[in-house]
């Protein structure tokens, strides 16, 4: 296998002033880059420490020098070539799920589980799968999804809950999570039947597992479910985030047809640009048909445009748990 040659690490405020003072006092050509506290240069490599607290390091020398300085002398730990140490049931047979497009205004949810064992992990691995929030790129995340796909075979599945099926899911269950719930329910269900062995799936902690556990059906309810922070740090959880990734960024690209113009990514002004003027040119309606509705930014770009909630009819009256009254707010038992 062929050395990684970059690598990407947030770190710490203290651990910001460790790697300065060691690219400042070391033996290193210093050079200019944009929005950097300090940027490196040696033979085989070079180093950039951004404001944001990000440190790429980049090169054919990367990988010995994070080995050998980064990781004991900044991290204070060692990472790098021991993930199945510091995580020993990621390489043992289990599945994995996450979700991508939950906090975007336009498009679906789409909820990605992908299965691996230990020789489908090493592979994974050595394709450089990562959480899908580390590759900035989203042309790379479908290229690696591609190539994900091509090693799991049909050991994965991607569920697509597009924003009409979305809008009549959460008129009736009023909360995301238990959406969430009932996706991974489903894409566990879908993927045991491709892997009937499966005995274990992961996802990330976004609410009481018993919320999954109560939707799964026969197959599932025979599986152990386990839920943690920072899940994706998990080869299975990692892949699922590129596939869910991928299937989101198609989707909003083909939602341009109907909106007759490319939709936006997140929650912004541009978001709310784009809607207002596919509402003036389609009507209210088209947010039942390309959006998430119970956000915030529907009633904000209905108003701009002269409408109300009133006009989206049933299914689109429904609103965010949050902005409910306390009272209203609580978890239907």
């Known amino acids: 296998m062929q050395p990684r040659t970059s690598f990407t690490y947030k770190l710490t405020p203290e651990q910001q002033d460790s790697l300065e003072r060691i690219l400042r006092n070391g033996a290193f050509q210093l ?3 944009p929005y950097t506290r300090v940027a490196v240069e040696a033979a085989d490599f070079n180093v950039s420490l951004y404001t944001s607290g990000s440190c790429v390091v980049q090169g054919r020398g990367a990988q010995d020098w994070v080995t050998f300085t980064l990781e004991p002398e900044v991290l204070l730990e060692a990472r790098l070539g021991y993930e199945e140490v510091l995580d020993p049931e990621q390489d043992t047979p289990h599945m994995g799920i996450d979700e991508s497009g939950k906090g975007d205004f336009f498009g679906p949810l789409v909820i990605a589980a992908a299965y691996v064992d230990a020789q489908l992990a090493g592979q994974l691995r050595a394709l450089r799968v ?9 042309r790379v995340a479908e290229q690696m999804a591609g190539d994900i796909a091509k090693i799991l075979g049909k050991r994965f599945v991607v569920i697509s809950i597009g924003p009409r099926t979305y809008n009549r899911l959460y008129a009736k269950m009023r909360n995301v999570n ?13 993927l045991l039947a491709n892997v009937p062995d499966c005995p274990r799936a992961l996802s990330d902690q976004f609410g009481p597992t018993q919320q999954i556990e109560r939707a799964l059906m026969e197959k599932g309810r025979r599986i152990k479910l386990d839920q943690r922070p920072k899940a994706e740090s998990d080869v ?3 892949a699922a985030s590129i596939l869910a990734r991928a299937g989101f960024i198609r989707a909003l690209r ?3 047809g109907k909106l007759g113009a490319p939709a936006p990514k997140g929650a912004s002004p541009q978001v709310r640009e784009a809607a207002e003027v596919a509402i003036r040119k389609h009507g209210p309606g088209i947010l039942l048909e390309t959006a998430k509705c119970h ?13 109300s909630r009133a006009d989206l009819g049933p299914e689109g009256q429904a609103i965010s748990r ?12």
């Open 31 to 33: 050079k200019s880059v």
């Open 130 to 138: 990562r959480d899908s929030k580390r590759i900035t790129s989203d």
């Open 178 to 190: 238990r959406m969430l719930a009932w996706g991974h329910a489903r894409a566990i269900e879908d």
């Open 236 to 238: 299975a959880v990692a």
């Open 254 to 256: 083909d939602l341009g």
């Open 295 to 307: 956000f915030k930014t529907a009633d904000e770009v209905l108003a701009a445009c002269g409408h």
């Open 322 to 333: 949050t902005r409910l009254p306390a009272r209203e707010q609580e978890e239907p038992t």
